[in-house]
C-alpha cells in the first residue's frame, strides 16, 4: 500500500496562490518529518502578474525549500489569435499549452532520472464547479493519476478544505501573503482570462496598470475572424465589448483607493471626503 513515506522527493506545485502556499507549507512539515528532500515547482506560463513571481521566491526562501521554476514553449498571445481566448469548458487550450505540456516535460526527464517523485497540488474540490467535477468523487487524498498517458502519484493534502478553513490555516501558520490576493482576488499566475470574472478583470487591471497595458495593446491591434466574434472576448465579456474598450472604460474611472491603502498610508489620506 503506498504512503507518504515511499517517495524519494515531494514535488509541491506552487503557483503563488493561498492554496498552494498553505499546500506547500503543509507538505514541507511532513517532508521534514520523513526525511524527505521537497522542491517548489512553479510553472512559468509567461503570462502572470510580475509581483506574484517575486512572492513566489521570497516564499521559497521563507520556506527553506528548493525552487525550480519550469517554462511553457508557448506564447499566450500567440495563441489567442489562433484560437480566440480561452474558456474553461469550450476553447481550454491554455491548460494543455501554457501548464500540461511543460508538466508532462517534467514527469518525462523525472522517468529519465529513475526519481520515484510525489506530485503535490493545492487542489480543493469545493473551490470552483469545474474542480467539483473533476476531483469531487475522491475520497483519498492520496491517489493515482496522469499526465497525458505517463503516471504520477498525486497528494492533495487540502482537497476537502473550505474557503474559510483555508484562510483559518494560512492566518494559524501566519503564512506570508501575496499582496495580490487581496488587490486581485487571484494567485496573479496564468492569467489565461478563462475563468476570470468581469469583477477580477477590473481589479487586475486597475491594480496593476503594466499588466493591463500588455493585454491593451494586443487586444487593441488583434483582428477578429467575422465567423468567431465571441471567440475574441474573454468569457467574462462574452457578448459585450471587446477587452481593450472594457479596459478604456476603466482608465476613465475615478481611482477608488483600497481598505489596506488608507491604513497602510499618513496624513492627509485619512481624511475621508
Known amino acids: 500500500m503506498t504512503s507518504l513515506k515511499n517517495f524519494d522527493v515531494?514535488?509541491?506545485?506552487f503557483s503563488g496562490g493561498r492554496d498552494s502556499a498553505l499546500t506547500c507549507y503543509i507538505a514541507k512539515k511532513v517532508a521534514d518529518s520523513l526525511k524527505i528532500p521537497i522542491r517548489l515547482i512553479h510553472v512559468d506560463t509567461g503570462i502572470y502578474i510580475p509581483q506574484t513571481r517575486e512572492y513566489v521566491k521570497e516564499y521559497a526562501n521563507w520556506l527553506g525549500a528548493e525552487l525550480k521554476i519550469i517554462k511553457t514553449s508557448y506564447d499566450y498571445f500567440e495563441n489567442v489569435k489562433k484560437y480566440g481566448y480561452p474558456d474553461i469548458f469550450r476553447r481550454r487550450?491554455?491548460?494543455?499549452?501554457?501548464?500540461q505540456e511543460p508538466l508532462y516535460q517534467f514527469r518525462i526527464n523525472e522517468l529519465k532520472e529513475e526519481i520515484n517523485s510525489l506530485w503535490v497540488l493545492g487542489i480543493r474540490k469545493n473551490e470552483s464547479l469545474f474542480r467539483l467535477k473533476n476531483y469531487g468523487k475522491l475520497n483519498n487524498t492520496l491517489h493515482n493519476a496522469k499526465i497525458k498517458k505517463l503516471n504520477v502519484m498525486e497528494w492533495l493534502p487540502i482537497l476537502f478544505l473550505d474557503t474559510k478553513q483555508l484562510e483559518t490555516q494560512i492566518q494559524k501558520f501566519k503564512?506570508?501573503?501575496?499582496?495580490?490576493?487581496?488587490?486581485?482576488?487571484?494567485?496573479g499566475e496564468c492569467l489565461c482570462l478563462a475563468g476570470t470574472t468581469k469583477k477580477k478583470l477590473e481589479s487586475i487591471f486597475l491594480n496593476y496598470p503594466d499588466v493591463a497595458k500588455k493585454f491593451y495593446d494586443f487586444d487593441?491591434?488583434?483582428t477578429p475572424k467575422s465567423n468567431s466574434k465571441n471567440a475574441f472576448r474573454p468569457p467574462a465579456l462574452m457578448n459585450e465589448k471587446r477587452l481593450y474598450e472594457f479596459i478604456e472604460e476603466l482608465d476613465k474611472k475615478p481611482k477608488q483607493k483600497l481598505i489596506v491603502e488608507y491604513f497602510s498610508c499618513q496624513g492627509s489620506c485619512m481624511i475621508l471626503k
Open 93 to 99: 487550450w491554455c491548460w494543455r499549452v501554457l501548464k
Open 175 to 187: 503564512i506570508p501573503r501575496n499582496e495580490v490576493w487581496e488587490k486581485a482576488g487571484t494567485s
Open 10 to 13: 515531494y514535488d509541491c506545485f
Open 220 to 222: 487593441k491591434n488583434v
